[in-house]
Nanobody, 131 residues
Framework: QVQLVESGGGSVQNGASLRLSCVASGRIFREDFVGWFRQAPGKEREFVAGTTWSGGSASDTNYADSVKGRFTMSRDFAKNTVYLQMNRLKPDDTAVYYC?????????????????????WGQGTQVTVSS
């Protein structure tokens, strides 16, 4: 079992920055894949960014086109924490942001983009960007 707790959301102005954190507890393996998703009202949950908990390089992180160049995902396996640095926020970024974990037994080199690919979810943190 894995428990995930997000924090760091808030209400900001267009162009501002926020950093989200996700702390994991329970059984976490380095090979697990961890992702950030978001869900706006009336919309489906969508992939934002994802990478393995450990190993690889920054270039191994995958981003949705809508956030590429503005958002940066990082992780600290020793602290069981992943971060999502969000810069130049736009009103379209308004959503509940979730982190999720996919149990893995080995590195696959694949990226996992669908909510159904993940086994565990946090409760989410609200991000609101006003124009």
């Amino acid at each position: 079992q894995v428990q995930l707790v997000e924090s760091g959301g808030g209400s900001v102005q267009n162009g501002a920055s926020l950093r989200l954190s996700c702390v994991a507890s329970g059984r976490i393996f380095r090979e697990d894949f961890v992702g950030w998703f978001r869900q706006a009202p009336g919309k489906e949950r969508e992939f934002v960014a994802g990478t393995t908990w450990s190993g690889g390089s920054a270039s191994d992180t995958n981003y949705a086109d809508s956030v590429k160049g503005r958002f940066t995902m990082s992780r600290d396996f020793a602290k069981n924490t992943v971060y999502l640095q969000m810069n130049r926020l736009k009103p379209d970024d308004t959503a509940v942001y979730y982190c999720a974990d996919r149990e893995m037994t080995a590195y696959t080199g694949k990226y996992y983009l669908k909510p159904s690919d993940y086994d565990y979810w946090g409760q989410g943190t609200q991000v609101t960007v006003s124009s």
